[in-house]
């Protein structure tokens, strides 16, 4: 696996990167610097332009929202808001010491979150338009031995149709601002509250993106149907929403954009691999199957 320049990316900084402690990695390689308590973010954006405006754009946006008392965490001020080298774009974090004696987020935090977050004014920043299928197609093209010739032709295909027929179809809830990832697992617990993270996938979309992960963790993760209920009962839609056309085609958006971190991180982990064949052979059969996080 290639590893981040996070030495040259905090020397860019001026942030001392001793005794680093990677967090986790996948879509993003996260380190949290303990001397500096600040959190680097480093994603492999292959010095794509887009990438790195969305990347500016999470930083100018959560500065935005912070300072309205939205609760997100929030960009290290010292720092650019995004520093890129050699095909690697790292953003910069205040580190958030998190509440173990806080319950962990449920469905209900999530939709209280999401219903201020839907209800804020249109941001100084320009957003741009969301791609419910993130990064994949560009991972696609440098996909390598992560995936055969069949599976890779199989999700090309795939998600061509369903990019071909979202601007042409109906949402539910309108559009505005959007998280992009709004899940459970981006909701970090402080000593008063929870704090909304990973603004990567900022944008300007369909309102209905937002509770997609949700139920994306229904038909995929083991979460419990109440989950669902819950997060459309606080945020104030019919549980039937899910029905919708345009849920449908965004759920389906977001099974093939949860593969691309997969696609990335396969070489040189069979773990990961595995999942990824798991995934891609039950969405190529249209088999249910529970599916784990790595």
């Known amino acids: ?10 020397q860019a900084v001026g942030l001392d990167q001793t005794e680093a402690r990677l967090l986790h990695a996948r879509a993003n390689h996260t380190y949290h610097l303990p001397r500096e308590l600040v959190v680097v973010r480093l994603r492999r954006t292959r010095n794509s332009e887009e990438w790195i405006r969305r990347l500016t754009t ?10 309205r008392g939205f609760p997100t965490v929030e960009p290290w001020p010292a720092a650019s808001p995004a520093v890129t ?68 032709s199989w999700l090309k ?15 539910p809830l309108g559009h ?14 402080t ?43 606080v945020y104030g839609v019919e549980t039937g929403i899910e029905n919708h056309p345009g849920m449908r085609l965004l759920c389906a958006a977001r099974e093939l954009r949860s593969l691309a971190a997969y696609i990335r991180s396969a070489p040189g982990r069979p773990d990961i691999h595995s999942e990824l064949t798991k995934r891609l052979q039950t969405l190529m059969d249209g088999t249910p199957a529970r599916w784990q996080p790595i």
Do not use: K
């Open 85 to 152: 080298i050699d095909g690697w774009t790292a953003t910069f974090w205040r580190y958030v010491p998190t509440e173990t004696a806080l319950a962990p987020a449920n469905s209900t935090d999530l939709a209280e979150l999401l219903r201020d977050l839907h209800s804020q004014p249109e941001p100084p920043v320009q957003l741009a338009s969301t791609n419910p299928l993130g990064a994949l197609l560009a991972d696609l093209d440098h996909a390598g031995e992560a995936l055969t010739q069949a599976q890779h």
């Open 58 to 67: 999470a930083v100018q946006v959560t500065a935005w929202l912070a300072a």
């Open 157 to 171: 295909a795939r998600a061509t149709t369903l990019n071909e027929q979202y601007p042409h179809t109906p949402m």
């Open 1 to 10: 696996m290639i590893q981040p320049p996070l030495a040259a990316a905090c």
């Open 191 to 233: 000593s008063r509250r929870y704090l909304l993270g990973d603004w990567d996938s900022v944008s300007y979309g369909p309102r209905a993106q937002d509770l997609v992960p949700t139920l994306d963790g229904v038909h995929h993760f083991g979460q419990p149907q109440s989950d669902w209920d819950r997060l459309c009962t």
């Open 176 to 189: 505005g601002m959007i998280h992009g990832d709004a899940h459970t697992g981006n909701l970090f617990p």
